[in-house]
Structure formats: structure tokens, C-alpha cells
T-cell receptor, first 117, second 111 residues
Framework: EAGVAQSPRYKIIEKRQSVAFWCNPISGHATLYWYQQILGQGPKLLIQFQNNGVVDDSQLPKDRFSAERLKGVDSTLKIQPAKLEDSAVYLC???????????????FGPGTRLTVL | DAKTTQPTSMDCAEGRAANLPCNHSTISGNEYVYWYRQIHSQGPQYIIHGLKNNETNEMASLIITEDRKSSTLILPHATLRDTAVYYCIVRVPHQGGKLIFGQGTELSVKP
């Protein structure tokens, strides 16, 4: 079974530029998550989708970050304009999220490492 | 904020058991204990979870105290590939229960 795919793996941009990250979850997984992981810290949830609807975006800086999940499959996370403090690894995860035990296990992709200069 | 407390770092000799402690004294009755690990430059990986009974799978064992205020993740025969940051998380499964990651424990398995 293929895992969660993310691209690009690395991105370097200058502040005030825009950037987009792409995530393809595990096939059939209804729930998709985007996390931000700053160096030396644990991942922090930015946004959670259930199919193509937003469940939780309370930690998403909406003045500069946006995310969408068209057709309830792939998702993109965009930052516009980027700031120095946005330098981090952006992780995508997905879960099956049915009623049965273990179906809420989150499977993570390898992440995109963003450097803002 | 994370509801768990873990040591910042631990060492373990290759082939020996690695015992990673976690305190979660404010855990609620419907919250489970989850463990994830993150190997360098990879995304976090699910290891195991439990409510109150001890659990075992192919990766590890989870021992939860009777009062559920603490737990221990056991890697029975640690290898160099087990070197990673280990996160202990309490959450309500499903129902939108978030994974709130703390600092975790950086486990170094040494030859």
C-alpha cells in the first residue's frame, strides 16, 4: 500500500514570496491533516479536513496560510506572503476514520522542508 | 499544550530493552495513550495505543499503570534503527481528538 505522498521535499524561498505544498493521502482515507514542525519542536496541527470539508483550522494563520482539498482527495497548502518564521517542515497525514478501532491512526508523509530567507 | 511529560533524552544499548516513561496525571477517563516516533528527516510513525490494559504489537509493548497516570513504552530489543524521538500523546480517539505533540524523548541506541 502506497503511503502519504508529499511534494516538493525541499523548498527555499525569500520572504514575501509565495509557496505551495501538495499532499496525496493514502487511498480511501477520509481525513487529511496538515502539520507544521519547527526545528526542535513536535508537530503542530494547522488544519484538518474530513473529505473536502474543514473540521478544524483554529491554528491556521489565515492571513497568510490557506489550504484546500478539492474532491476530497489531494490537498494543497499555500503560504502567501511567507515570513522568516514560516521556516519549518510541513507534514501531511491521513487517516481512514471509520467507526472501528484503529481506523483513526494517522499516517504521515515525509514532509516538505521550507526555508525562508 | 501537551498533557504529557517525558524525559528529554535517553540512551539505550543495542539489543537491550528500551523503557520510555510518560506521565499523564491529568488524563481523562475517555482518553487513550498513544505513542508515535519520528526518525530523523521522516514523518512521525504510529507505534501503539491503549486505554487501560497493557498492549503489545510487533513493534512494542505499552504498560499503563492502574491509576492511568503514567505509562511506559517498551522496545524489547532495541536496534540502531530505533534511534528516534518518541512522543507520548493522550487523546480521545475519533471525535476529532487532536494529536498534540510535546517535545518527546530523544532515544539514542548505541552499539
Amino acid at each position: 500500500e502506497a503511503g502519504v505522498a508529499q511534494s516538493p521535499r525541499y523548498k527555499i524561498i525569500e520572504k514575501r514570496q509565495s509557496v505551495a505544498f501538495w499532499c496525496n493521502p493514502i487511498s480511501g482515507h477520509a481525513t487529511l491533516y496538515w502539520y507544521q514542525q519547527i526545528l526542535g519542536q513536535g508537530p503542530k496541527l494547522l488544519i484538518q479536513f474530513q473529505n473536502n470539508g474543514v473540521v478544524d483550522d483554529s491554528q491556521l494563520p489565515k492571513d497568510r496560510f490557506s489550504a484546500e482539498r478539492l474532491k476530497g482527495v489531494d490537498s494543497t497548502l499555500k503560504i502567501q506572503p511567507a515570513k522568516l518564521e514560516d521556516s519549518a517542515v510541513y507534514l501531511c497525514a491521513s487517516s481512514l476514520e471509520l467507526a472501528g478501532p484503529g481506523t483513526d491512526t494517522q499516517y504521515f508523509g515525509p514532509g516538505t522542508r521550507l526555508t525562508v530567507l | 499544550d501537551a498533557k504529557t511529560t517525558q524525559p528529554t533524552s535517553m540512551d539505550c544499548a543495542e539489543g537491550r530493552a528500551a523503557n520510555l516513561p510518560c506521565n499523564h496525571s491529568t488524563i481523562s477517563g475517555n482518553e487513550y495513550v498513544y505513542w508515535y516516533r519520528q526518525i530523523h528527516s521522516q514523518g512521525p510513525q504510529y507505534i501503539i495505543h491503549g486505554l487501560k490494559n497493557n498492549e503489545t504489537n510487533e513493534m512494542a509493548s505499552l504498560i499503563i499503570t492502574e491509576d492511568r497516570k503514567s505509562s511506559t513504552l517498551i522496545l524489547p530489543h532495541a536496534t540502531l534503527r530505533d534511534t528516534a524521538v518518541y512522543y507520548c500523546i493522550v487523546r480521545v480517539p475519533h471525535q476529532g481528538g487532536k494529536l498534540i505533540f510535546g517535545q518527546g524523548t530523544e532515544l539514542s541506541v548505541k552499539p
